[in-house]
């Protein structure tokens, strides 16, 4: 089972009170640390961090309005995807910090992950609330994965990559079957995009994420590897 690390010596805002109007498309939080007490605190919350200010150097925290999540029976897998399932394996775990670098690859446009982001998930990973969904070609290679936070039925997809086609969507496949054995869990993707809309990710308002989010983030932890 996870180890919950000391709480957060930060207060974060109320996000069911923020008003989208005055909050924008921004941040609603600037400061405080990426420790796991704080992490945890902030996911739990509606809340997740990315580095802001021209040498990213800042801690934002955001909670976008509407929210984008994944519902379980709403993945869409194509043929060409179902035969890419047949070609990869799947891993949990075993590569976690590895996976995280490789989404914060610094040729990828709007990067953000920098190495203090890879160093916080990695805490958190070693707590047991991080985890990684791999996928390993069949000559044993790493050419795809994901990597998020999860709590009770609720995981946080954080971000994904890949180098062979599919990779990363079978990876994507995987976390959903793992999900779907639990009710009630929540997949949150944070922002959706044309790519992730065409997988079946829709948006919701933020006051029912949180309800939703409050209800998984309560459920028996969900157990990845």
């Given at each position: 089972m996870p180890v919950e690390p000391p709480p957060s010596q930060w207060d974060f805002p109320d996000v069911a009170e923020l008003d989208p109007a005055t909050t924008g498309d921004g941040p609603v939080g600037i400061g405080g640390d990426l420790l796991p007490g704080t992490l945890l605190d902030a996911y739990r919350r509606g809340l997740f961090p990315m580095p802001v200010g021209l040498r990213r150097n800042k801690i934002g925290w955001w909670s976008p309005d509407?929210?984008?999540?994944?519902?379980?029976?709403?993945?869409?897998?194509?043929?060409?995807?179902?035969?890419?399932?047949?070609?990869?394996?799947?891993?949990?775990?075993?590569?976690?910090?590895?996976?995280?670098?490789?989404?914060g690859d610094p040729d990828r446009p709007h990067g953000w992950i920098n190495d203090d982001i890879v160093r916080a998930y990695t805490r958190l990973h070693e707590l047991g609330w991080a985890h990684s969904i791999e996928t390993w070609s069949p000559e044993g290679r790493l050419v795809g994965g994901l990597y998020g936070v999860g709590i009770g039925a609720f995981?946080?997809?954080?971000?994904?990559?890949?180098?062979?086609?599919?990779?990363?969507?079978?990876?994507?496949?995987?976390?959903?079957?793992?999900?779907?054995?639990?009710?009630?869990?929540?997949?949150?993707?944070?922002?959706?995009?044309?790519?992730?809309?065409?997988?079946?990710?829709?948006?919701?308002?933020?006051?029912?994420?949180?309800?939703?989010?409050?209800?998984?983030?309560?459920?028996?932890?969900?157990?990845?590897?």
């Open positions: 509407p929210r984008a999540v994944l519902p379980l029976d709403g993945l869409r897998v194509t043929k060409s995807l179902r035969r890419s399932l047949r070609r990869y394996q799947v891993r949990v775990d075993t590569q976690f910090e590895q996976v995280v670098r490789r989404c995981f946080a997809g954080e971000s994904m990559f890949h180098t062979e086609t599919d990779a990363s969507k079978v990876a994507l496949v995987h976390l959903v079957e793992l999900l779907s054995a639990h009710d009630g869990a929540l997949l949150d993707v944070q922002w959706s995009t044309d790519h992730l809309a065409s997988l079946g990710v829709v948006e919701i308002p933020r006051i029912e994420y949180l309800l939703r989010l409050e209800a998984a983030t309560s459920a028996p932890q969900v157990h990845y590897s």
